[in-house]
């Protein structure tokens, strides 16, 4: 982490469409202001980056509408996909992770993930990161 | 000083948070230091969230304009100081 910059650093845990769009938005937001990001997936957030998942995932139940609505209401208000969102995060320079536990449970491989992962890291890696003076960290 | 002109404008009216704030930052990057955008918007978040951006980033707002209802449309001159 360079000197001066502040970072967000956020966990992305739920696989729903409402658990994982603040997740991105806060992120990209972050970088334009000038902060490092990073998103940590993990657990049901981890869907976001598994090929076979990403296109299948849904709203939850507590948000009340379905998925064809959310989209319809999403692109009424110019907001990509979320795996499109995923990309364009990435490309902004939010550091993309994916949860090793995660994958070992559900027995996905690094060519099962979405071709936007820096890197796959575990507890302790994650728990550094967030350690830091200059770091916020959110758990969604 | 006289009122600044606007180098390039960033058309987000009907798009919602992010939008304003991450097209205003790609517009700001793409001008020289001094150099004004022009941000139209209909986000009710866009002026709190363009504020605390600005903020953050050492950029000024020169000027903030609504008009119209329903909805408002808010103009924004934003200067890049860096």
Redesign the interface.
């Known amino acids: 982490m360079s000197e001066e910059k502040t970072r967000l650093v956020i966990v992305a845990s739920r696989g729903t469409a409402d658990g994982l769009y603040p997740a991105l938005?806060l992120a990209?937001?972050a970088v334009?202001?000038?902060?490092e990001a990073a998103v940590y997936f993990t657990f049901g957030g981890m869907k976001l980056l598994t090929k076979q998942m990403a296109e299948t995932i849904k709203p939850s139940v507590d948000l009340g509408v379905s998925k064809e609505q959310l989209e319809q209401l999403l692109a009424?208000?110019?907001?990509p996909s979320l795996l499109d969102m995923l990309k364009m995060a990435k490309q902004?320079g939010v550091k993309v992770y994916a949860c090793s536990p995660t994958m070992n449970l559900f027995g996905l491989k690094k060519e099962d993930l979405v071709d936007v992962v820096d890197d796959i890291i575990g507890a302790s890696t994650f728990l550094e990161i967030a350690s830091d003076p200059k770091t916020l960290a959110l758990f969604i | 000083m006289e009122m600044a002109k606007p180098v390039l404008t960033v058309d987000?009216r009907?798009?919602?948070?992010?939008?304003p704030?991450?097209k205003t930052?790609e517009a700001v990057q793409r001008i020289n230091v001094g150099e004004v955008v022009e941000v139209l918007a209909t986000d009710p978040a866009s002026k709190p969230?363009l504020e605390?951006?600005a903020r953050?980033?050492g950029n000024r707002i020169l000027s903030v304009e609504e008009t119209g209802t329903d909805p408002v449309v808010y103009r924004f001159l934003i200067e890049r100081v860096k």
């Open positions: 938005i990209t937001t334009a202001q000038g902060k009424k208000g110019g907001m902004s | 987000v009907g798009a919602m948070c992010p939008w704030v991450l930052r969230d605390a951006w953050k980033t």
